[in-house]
């Protein structure tokens, strides 16, 4: 079992920022890919952006520019760079990982964190 512990979430007002951490435990052999998704009030979970761990990086077009993600593979950690925020990002953020768990078995596990509300707001 992998665990996922999300932080930095808050309320920020429109052009602020935010920088999003999210930090994986457990049976991890290597982590193929971490990412970013949120969902607003609805039952649709978007895409926000992903790493693989060779460092290649997608984003959701919306947010190319001002969203940064990066990881630091020692720690299993992400982090999301979230710059000139708007109103419209208001959502609960989740984190993702592809994990394999173990030298022996290639299979993949996807496991998803908690959770960290992120409002922009006046």
């Known amino acids: 079992q992998v665990q996922l512990v999300e932080s930095g979430g808050g309320l920020v007002q429109p052009g602020g920022s935010l920088r999003l951490s999210c930090a994986a435990s457990g049976s991890i052999f290597s982590i193929n890919v971490m990412g970013w998704y949120r969902q607003a009030p609805g039952p649709q979970r978007e895409l926000v952006a992903t790493?693989?761990?060779?460092?290649?990086?997608n984003y959701a077009d919306s947010e190319k520019g001002r969203f940064t993600i990066s990881r630091d593979n020692a720690k299993n950690t992400v982090y999301l760079q979230m710059n000139s925020l708007k109103p419209e990002a208001t959502a609960v953020y989740y984190c993702?990982?592809?994990?394999?768990?173990?030298?022996?078995?290639?299979?993949?596990?996807?496991?998803w964190g908690q959770g960290t509300q992120v409002t922009v707001s006046s």
């Open positions: 790493i693989n761990n060779g460092g290649s990086t």
């Open positions: 993702k990982a592809i994990v394999v768990e173990t030298p022996f078995n290639s299979r993949q596990y996807q496991y």
